[in-house]
T-cell receptor, first 117, second 113 residues
Framework: GAVVSQHPSWVICKSGTSVKIECRSLDFQATTMFWYRQFPKQSLMLMAT?????????EQGVEKDKFLINHASLTLSTLTVTSAHPEDSSFYIC?????????????FGPGTRLTVL | GEDVEQSLFLSVREGDSSVINCTYTDSSSTYLYWYKQEPGAGLQLLTY?????DMKQDQRLTVLLNKKDKHLSLRIADTQTGDSAIYFC?????????????FGRGTQLTVWP
C-alpha cells in the first residue's frame, strides 16, 4: 500500500524558534496533501490543503503566516511553524492523496509531536 | 454543529463485540470511512463503505450504513486488547474534488482483559 512518512516524529524546541515538518509520499505521487492538527482527546482539525506547485489553501482561523506550507514536489510537502510558542504544541499529521478516482484516496503519515518550551 | 458525531468512549471486555456508532449530516456523502489511531501514531484505514451499500463485512469488522438516518456503525467481533485505540468515522462529501474528509471526534475504545 501507499506509504507516507513524516519527519521528525517528535521535536522539542524553544519558544520563538521555527520548526519544519516534512511529509513525504514514498511510493506514489501526491498532487494534494493535507495538514491536520490534533489536540489531546480531540479530533483532527484540518489546517490546510496543499497542492503541488501552488499556494496552500488554509482553513478559516489558521494563520498562514504562522504555519507556512510548501508543496514543492509531488512527493514532498513541508509545514513550518514560525516563531513557535507553547500553544503551538500539538500533534501534527499529514495525509497524501492518490490521484485518480480510487476510493481510498488519502494515506496518513505517522504524525509529528511538537513540544514548544 | 459538527458534521460527523461519535460517542467519545466505549469500554468492552475482551472477547465481546464492540459497536461504535457515528452520525453524519450530509446525505450526499459518497464514501464513509473508519480509521483507527493507536497512541502516538497516525491514522490507519480500517474499512470504508460506499453510500449505495447497506453493509460491508471484512473479517472481524462489519460496517452497517443506514442512509435514511445518516447513521454508520462499526462492529468489531471478538474484540481483543490490541483493538484498544481511537476510532474515527469520516465522510467524503459528493463534489469534494480534492478528496477532503470530514472527521468525527473519535471514539476511545478500551478493551479490558
Amino acid at each position: 500500500g501507499a506509504v507516507v512518512s513524516q519527519h521528525p516524529s517528535w521535536v522539542i524546541c524553544k519558544s520563538g524558534t521555527s520548526v519544519k515538518i516534512e511529509c513525504r509520499s514514498l511510493d506514489f505521487q501526491a498532487t494534494t496533501m493535507f495538514w491536520y492538527r490534533q489536540f489531546p482527546k480531540q479530533s483532527l482539525m484540518l489546517m490546510a490543503t496543499s497542492n503541488e506547485g501552488s499556494k496552500a489553501t488554509y482553513e478559516q482561523g489558521v494563520e498562514k503566516d504562522k504555519f507556512l506550507i510548501n508543496h514543492a514536489s509531488l512527493t514532498l510537502s513541508t509545514l513550518t511553524v514560525t516563531s513557535a510558542h507553547p500553544e503551538d504544541s500539538s500533534f501534527y499529521i499529514c495525509s497524501a492523496r492518490v490521484g485518480g478516482t480510487s476510493v481510498v484516496e488519502q494515506f496518513f503519515g505517522p504524525g509529528t509531536r511538537l513540544t514548544v518550551l | 454543529g459538527e458534521d460527523v458525531e461519535q460517542s467519545l468512549f466505549l469500554s468492552v471486555r475482551e472477547g465481546d463485540s464492540s459497536v461504535i456508532n457515528c452520525t453524519y449530516t450530509d446525505s450526499s456523502s459518497t464514501y464513509l470511512y473508519w480509521y483507527k489511531q493507536e497512541p502516538g501514531a497516525g491514522l490507519q484505514l480500517l474499512t470504508y463503505i460506499f453510500s449505495n451499500m447497506d453493509m460491508k463485512q471484512d473479517q472481524r469488522l462489519t460496517v452497517l450504513l443506514n442512509k435514511k438516518d445518516k447513521h454508520l456503525s462499526l462492529r468489531i467481533a471478538d474484540t481483543q486488547t490490541g483493538d484498544s485505540a481511537i476510532y474515527f468515522c469520516a465522510e467524503r462529501k459528493r463534489g469534494s474534488t480534492l478528496g477532503r474528509l470530514y472527521f468525527g471526534r473519535g471514539t476511545q475504545l478500551t478493551v479490558w482483559p
